[in-house]
């Protein structure tokens, strides 16, 4: 009996935390990821290197003397005018068009690979790995958590209710909710559809930021770290259901934690493939998501 309590207290439950602690991070993401697709059916494939974008700026910023809790603010506002430049002067030119899926899936991924080499020319192809802004550890039922990992579910966990709030209890939220839901009704009762979308565009854009600040001390940074972390917030949005909040935040815990927690029984190897396998099993069975559903519905 108490070799399992003991198992459950040190092995297992520090996995399940690690889970949680990754699967904030991976929400954050997929969040501004959903939001966009949930508006403006754009596919963004350039989502990653705007993450990656919010860890070389949060370096930058820092080599400048900028403190971490001033990163948190400061990384984000930067990036909202880039993602709504972006929007306004390459998205809406092509989203119009007949063809506007393919043609924003091509763009984003050409403006993914330019960002990418870019980071390769100003920092260089080597890993830079910034200090952890919160040191030491906390004991919690007789284990050692990482300080930095508990803030990190702690701010996350609040920064998703704050999104949530700011979709569902605001002005501007009522503003995307009706735009997604009926874009020519909305433009009708004098919603600026456009500049609401590409403020939605910017609002993703600053919440991939702010993951690429918080997530650089775990993770390092390097030119293909948006390449490598898109891939589990795009099989979030799938699984959860594209375009639903609640959805991404449920399918970031559940597959967060079957990464974590296979791992204990089986190589790790496998535990990325396993994770992508609920993906597949998940657009047989259910191809609009677990959850399912716009912004404009939920």
């Not at 259901?241 to 790790?268: D, M």
């Amino acid at each position: 009996m108490g070799g399992a309590v003991d198992y459950i207290q040190f092995v297992f439950m520090p996995q399940v935390f690690n889970g949680l602690t990754i699967g904030v991070a991976v929400i954050l993401m997929a969040l501004g990821l959903t939001i966009i697709f949930g508006l403006l059916d754009v596919i963004n494939m350039a989502h990653g290197e705007f993450y990656a974008l919010g860890a070389y700026l949060g370096i930058t910023l820092a080599s400048h003397g900028v403190g971490f809790w001033l990163l948190l603010i400061a990384v984000p506002l930067v990036l909202l005018p880039l993602g709504y430049g972006s929007d306004r002067l390459l998205i809406q030119r092509v989203f119009h068009q007949k063809d506007r899926h393919m043609l924003t899936l091509l763009l984003t991924f050409g403006l993914a690979i330019i960002m990418e080499d870019m980071f390769k020319l100003a920092y260089g192809p080597n890993t830079i790995r910034p200090e952890t802004p919160i040191s030491g550890g906390t004991e919690l039922f007789g284990n050692f958590f990482p300080s930095y990992r508990l803030f990190l579910m702690v701010f996350g966990t609040v920064t998703i209710a704050a999104v949530w709030l700011v979709v569902h209890r605001t002005r501007y939220g009522s503003m995307v909710r009706a735009a997604a839901f009926d874009k020519h009704m909305a433009s009708s009762l004098g919603v600026p559809v456009g500049k609401v979308y590409s403020a939605t565009f910017a609002f993703g854009v600053a919440l991939a930021g702010l993951s690429g600040v918080l997530l650089a001390p775990i993770y390092s940074v390097f030119p293909t770290m948006g390449k490598d972390f898109i891939l589990m917030a795009f099989a979030v949005v799938i699984v959860g259901g594209l375009g639903n909040i609640k959805g991404v935040v449920f399918a970031g815990l559940l597959l967060t934690q079957v990464q974590a927690i296979s791992s204990l029984y089986i190589s790790p190897v496998w535990a990325d493939p396993l994770v992508f396998a609920i993906m597949v099993l998940v657009l047989m069975v259910r191809p609009q998501g677990i959850l399912g559903g716009k912004l404009g519905h939920a």
